[in-house]
């Protein structure tokens, strides 16, 4: 735990502010994508569409959508941006290595390289944490002069 907390302190203390604007352009990115999986839901539904699992695969659809959005809003605002990517991050993984690599890796419109940048920015962010221009730090200094 001491571990967590020297590397938040760490994080804290070295985090320009430029950081804050990739975090809040990858939080546009997740939410048009969540966005994007709504508008088209034949490509999420052929993506995840099991014979024999028709209702879970619905459900995790909700699931990956839901969480897309939710986790864009919060990365974008900069509110719990650990959580967020926590919860993100198994999506991401599960999406990289779900993709049929030998069909796609050569295309040109192929979603493998956005899907290992963004997952390293959200792994990066997990890490790192939300910045001096977010909710989490202004609640943090509200806090800091209630007290």
């Known amino acids: 735990m001491k571990l967590v907390s ?3 302190d760490w994080a804290d203390a070295h ?3 430029w950081l804050d604007i990739i975090r809040i352009l990858l939080g546009l990115v997740l939410i048009a994508k969540g966005i994007s999986f709504i508008r088209d839901t034949d490509l999420m539904s ?3 569409l099991d014979s ?3 209702l879970r695969s619905m459900a995790f659809a909700h699931y990956v959508i839901g969480v897309q959005i939710v986790a864009g809003i919060m990365f974008t605002f900069g509110l719990l941006t650990r959580v967020a ?3 993100q ?3 991401l993984v599960i999406a990289i290595f779900y993709m049929d690599v030998t069909k796609e890796f050569f295309v040109i419109s192929s979603e493998l390289p956005y899907l290992i940048l963004v997952l390293s920015l959200v792994v990066f962010f997990f890490i790192y ?3 001096p221009l977010s909710v ?3 609640i943090r200094k509200h806090d800091a002069d209630q007290t």
């Open 6 to 8: 020297n590397i938040e």
């Open 136 to 138: 989490d730090n202004y």
């Open 129 to 131: 944490g939300s910045g």
């Open 52 to 54: 024999n699992a028709q």
């Open 85 to 87: 990517a926590f919860f």
């Open 15 to 17: 985090h320009p502010k």
């Open 46 to 48: 052929a993506l995840l």
């Open 89 to 91: 991050i198994p999506i």
